[in-house]
């Protein structure tokens, strides 16, 4: 996965049901070009479904859990851009102190 498919991925988190032009106009690319990658994203099982993202107050009793993360070096945005298309991470907070990054899981 290059930068391109993760820039992907953390949109299609954010709206599934984006359309392909709208995914392609913020990417800048061509429609063709997310299309193939949603296809091979597919195919390679990176994506293995679509979902609805519930109200927390709806599914009461969901076990949510927090990780502290410390970058090495200048690779913030590199591990964020990573992050954002886990399908387990619902929240990516930065801090200060001892802690880069606070996911929320």
Do not use: C, H
Not at 19 to 44: F, H, P, Q, W, Y
Not at 64 to 69: D, E, K, L, N, T
Not at 71 to 92: D, K
């Amino acid at each position: 996965m290059d930068t391109l498919d993760q820039q992907l991925l953390a949109l299609l988190r954010l709206d599934a049901r984006a359309s392909v032009a709208t995914l392609a106009a913020k990417l800048k690319v061509s429609r063709g070009t997310v299309t193939n990658r949603i296809a091979r994203l597919e195919d390679e099982g990176v994506i293995n479904g679509y979902t609805v993202r519930l109200r927390p107050d709806v599914v009461p009793n969901e076990i949510v859990a927090w990780m502290s993360i410390t970058v090495e070096g200048n690779r913030t945005r590199e591990v964020i851009s990573m992050l954002l298309g886990e399908p387990g991470v619902s929240g990516l907070f930065d801090t200060n102190g001892r802690w880069d990054l606070l996911a929320e899981l």
